[in-house]
């Protein structure tokens, strides 16, 4: 490369782990100094763990800490099981290239559009009540039952379910070809195991060394979730991540200290499930070799491969699902219990919903791209430096990468917000940007890494015979060669911004709002058609980054066919 690229690629490495780690290590601080009564703007100059005292007297809170981490371990474990147990019955079929093709796109779609989706489909005046009444349950109104916001959080978790086995499913799809899966599904076979049996004891193994920390990620994400737990958890008491957030905002600045003292306790919660699930996987590790050794066949699987088809094409279908009763909720008129469709449809809720929508759709727009494209070029520099150096390929680096999507966004983003508030950058525009670019640049290079690797060296090879520059090669052969998924990495980090509900409610301070936050605000006013407006919006953004990214290439390339594939 030129000097400048030189240069540019040289000092990518250490300022995307200055991105991703400089933001996490000051806001655990900044949350860990308050928690034990440090905070001099609020009188806080001495030590004290007074705070932790006063959070153990909370009402609840022992309950809401313990939901949390049974909310993290359940959705984890069903959804794992679902992924695993499909790949293992269908690994090669007509149906597993079906089932990708369905299950692909619903990693675009943001947590809080599903989990509004969800709700209106199960609700007690939800789409499936209205199509079985009254006709097969006889009501006339909608049955008095506490679905959504259940005290055992199980709507919750069936939200976070349909949500993970998308992004589990494609991460161990990412992982496959780092294992020879079909040459061990023969061997299993061969010896007379069935599908089940041959892949739980000859190619889970290593295929999970590959996902666990994307499964840690999980883990992580759903004890420590607020958005879906606002829209589908419990109330009485929540979860502990929507107590922090009440606190937070109490308007009494005390109560910062309390917050505070609730943030590292969720980071004690996380920690606590993670290690629940070390002792899960060496459970299941020592229970696996016990049948195995015991010469257990398993050829009779039929019913846990069609109850894994089962569980990965429903979870397509309620989201898909899901987001067509966002739409037609969105234009909807008078729509009484229990019709199944409207008795007209109005385009009234859209016409009054874009002109305040307008200024957090710019705000989303602006971030999003903003972001994404910071992680893209860093993501890009960081490769090409891994490239020339052969290192950065190691499982520290990758630990690097996963640790922003681990530790729990409440637990440092506290931090990070009184950080913003003490240097006068709270609700600007480049925090925002700076606090959604944490979480962007793991999914983007976590996109774009395995393409860029597998991409034939021997080209750069020619390049370089030819007398072209390393630089030129870069621009010129290897960017056009691998746009495709350049653009899908791009188009995975813009979901991952339209996303972030936490980082924006923090640091945005509720004057930067984006359509994400302003969904999640009316989930508690209830009106479903401007709920549907938002979070259909919400949805059609990363929907539209995908379509781009899949047609642009055969626009820009059309004159070259090997470049529009």
Same mark, same amino acid.
């Given at each position: 490369? /030129?000097?400048?690229g *030189?240069?540019?690629?040289?000092?990518?490495?250490?300022?995307?782990?200055?991105?991703?780690?400089?933001?996490?290590?000051?806001?655990? =601080?900044?949350? %860990?100094?308050?928690?034990?009564?440090?905070?001099?703007?609020l009188?806080?100059k001495?030590? !004290?763990?007074?705070?932790?005292?006063?959070l153990? =007297?909370?009402?609840?809170i022992?309950?809401?800490?313990? @939901?949390?981490?049974?909310?993290?371990?359940?959705?984890?474990?069903v959804?794992?099981?679902?992924v695993?147990a499909?790949?293992?019955?269908?690994?090669?079929t007509?149906?597993?290239s079906?089932?990708?093709r369905?299950?692909?796109?619903?990693?675009s779609?943001p947590?809080a +559009?599903? =989990?509004?989706?969800?709700?209106?489909?199960?609700?007690?005046?939800?789409?499936?009540?209205?199509?079985?009444?009254?006709?097969?349950?006889g009501?006339?109104?909608?049955p008095?039952?506490?679905?959504?916001?259940d005290?055992m959080?199980?709507s919750m978790?069936a939200?976070?379910?349909?949500k993970?086995?998308?992004?589990?499913?494609l991460?161990?799809?990412?992982? @496959?070809p780092?294992t020879?899966?079909?040459?061990?599904?023969?061997?299993? #076979?061969s010896?007379?195991?069935?599908?089940?049996?041959?892949? !739980?004891?000859?190619?889970?193994?290593?295929?999970?060394?590959?996902?666990?920390? %994307? *499964?840690f990620?999980v883990?992580?994400?759903?004890?420590s979730?607020?958005?879906v737990?606002?829209?589908l958890?419990p109330?009485l008491?929540?979860?502990?991540?929507?107590r922090?957030?009440?606190?937070?905002?109490?308007?009494?600045?005390?109560?910062?200290?309390?917050?505070?003292a609730?943030?590292?306790m969720?980071?004690?919660?996380?920690l606590?499930?993670?290690?629940i699930?070390v002792v899960?996987e060496?459970i299941?590790?020592?229970?696996?070799? @016990?049948?195995?050794?015991?010469?257990? #066949?398993?050829?009779?699987?039929?019913?846990?491969?069609?109850?894994?088809?089962?569980?990965?094409?429903?979870?397509?279908?309620?989201v898909?699902?899901?987001i067509?009763i966002?739409?037609?909720?969105?234009v909807?008129?008078l729509?009484?219990?229990?019709?199944?469709?409207?008795?007209?449809?109005?385009?009234?809720?859209?016409?009054? =919903?874009?002109p305040?929508?307008?200024?957090?759709?710019?705000?989303?727009?602006?971030?999003?791209?903003l972001?994404m494209?910071?992680?893209?070029?860093?993501t890009?520099?960081?490769?090409?430096?891994?490239?020339?150096?052969?290192?950065?390929r190691?499982?520290?680096?990758?630990?690097?990468?996963?640790?922003?999507?681990?530790?729990?966004q409440?637990?440092?983003?506290?931090?990070?917000?009184?950080?913003?508030?003490?240097?006068?950058?709270d609700?600007?525009?480049? %925090?925002?940007?700076?606090?959604?670019?944490?979480?962007?640049?793991?999914?983007?290079?976590?996109s774009?890494?395995?393409?860029?690797?597998?991409?034939?060296?021997?080209?750069?090879?020619? %390049?370089?015979?030819?007398?072209?520059?390393?630089?030129?090669?870069?621009?010129?052969?290897?960017?056009?060669?691998?746009?495709?998924?350049?653009?899908?990495?791009?188009?995975?980090?813009?979901?991952?911004?339209?996303?972030?509900?936490?980082?924006?409610?923090?640091?945005?301070?509720? #004057?930067? !709002? !984006?359509?994400?936050?302003?969904?999640?605000?009316?989930a +508690?006013?209830g /009106?479903?058609?401007?709920?549907g407006v938002?979070?259909?919006?919400q949805?059609l953004?990363?929907?539209?980054?995908f379509a781009?990214?899949?047609?642009?290439?055969?626009?820009?390339?059309? /004159?070259?066919?090997?470049?529009r594939?």
């Amino acid at each position: 490369m /030129n000097l400048g690229g *030189v240069r540019l690629a040289r000092v990518a490495p250490p300022l995307t782990l200055a991105v991703l780690l400089g933001p996490l290590a000051f806001g655990l =601080a900044g949350t %860990a100094l308050p928690a034990f009564g440090y905070l001099p703007e609020l009188g806080g100059k001495h030590f !004290t763990t007074e705070h932790f005292g006063e959070l153990g =007297a909370q009402p609840g809170i022992a309950r809401s800490a313990l @939901l949390s981490i049974l909310i993290g371990l359940v959705t984890t474990l069903v959804s794992l099981g679902a992924v695993a147990a499909f790949v293992a019955s269908d690994l090669g079929t007509a149906t597993f290239s079906r089932v990708r093709r369905l299950i692909s796109p619903l990693l675009s779609v943001p947590h809080a +559009a599903a =989990a509004f989706g969800l709700a209106f489909m199960i609700a007690p005046s939800g789409m499936i009540m209205r199509l079985i009444s009254p006709w097969a349950t006889g009501l006339e109104q909608p049955p008095d039952l506490l679905i959504v916001n259940d005290p055992m959080a199980l709507s919750m978790m069936a939200g976070l379910i349909i949500k993970e086995i998308p992004f589990l499913f494609l991460v161990t799809l990412a992982a @496959l070809p780092q294992t020879r899966h079909s040459e061990t599904m023969r061997l299993g #076979r061969s010896l007379g195991y069935g599908r089940i049996a041959s892949f !739980t004891f000859l190619l889970w193994p290593p295929l999970y060394r590959q996902i666990r920390l %994307a *499964v840690f990620a999980v883990v992580a994400y759903a004890t420590s979730v607020v958005d879906v737990s606002l829209i589908l958890g419990p109330h009485l008491p929540p979860t502990l991540p929507v107590r922090l957030i009440d606190w937070m905002n109490d308007p009494d600045l005390e109560t910062r200290f309390l917050a505070s003292a609730g943030a590292v306790m969720q980071l004690g919660v996380t920690l606590a499930a993670l290690l629940i699930w070390v002792v899960i996987e060496r459970i299941g590790g020592i229970s696996v070799r @016990l049948v195995r050794d015991r010469g257990a #066949r398993m050829r009779r699987d039929l019913i846990v491969r069609l109850l894994a088809r089962l569980m990965m094409s429903s979870s397509a279908l309620v989201v898909f699902g899901g987001i067509a009763i966002l739409a037609l909720w969105s234009v909807s008129g008078l729509w009484q219990f229990p019709d199944a469709l409207p008795a007209n449809f109005s385009s009234r809720s859209w016409m009054q =919903a874009l002109p305040r929508m307008s200024g957090p759709l710019a705000t989303t727009l602006a971030v999003a791209g903003l972001s994404m494209l910071i992680a893209l070029v860093l993501t890009i520099l960081c490769l090409e430096r891994e490239y020339e150096t052969g290192r950065g390929r190691g499982r520290d680096a990758l630990l690097l990468i996963y640790l922003p999507l681990i530790v729990p966004q409440i637990s440092f983003m506290f931090g990070l917000q009184v950080l913003s508030i003490w240097l006068g950058v709270d609700a600007s525009f480049g %925090a925002l940007v700076l606090a959604h670019l944490v979480f962007v640049l793991p999914y983007v290079f976590l996109s774009l890494s395995d393409p860029w690797r597998a991409h034939d060296r021997r080209h750069d090879q020619i %390049a370089a015979g030819l007398g072209i520059s390393r630089g030129r090669a870069l621009l010129q052969i290897r960017l056009p060669m691998l746009t495709r998924a350049i653009l899908t990495a791009a188009a995975v980090g813009f979901s991952v911004s339209v996303g972030q509900y936490l980082p924006t409610l923090l640091i945005g301070a509720g #004057r930067l !709002t !984006t359509v994400t936050t302003e969904a999640v605000a009316l989930a +508690a006013g209830g /009106n479903r058609r401007v709920i549907g407006v938002y979070a259909f919006m919400q949805t059609l953004l990363p929907f539209v980054a995908f379509a781009i990214a899949t047609g642009l290439p055969g626009l820009i390339f059309r /004159n070259r066919r090997g470049l529009r594939v």
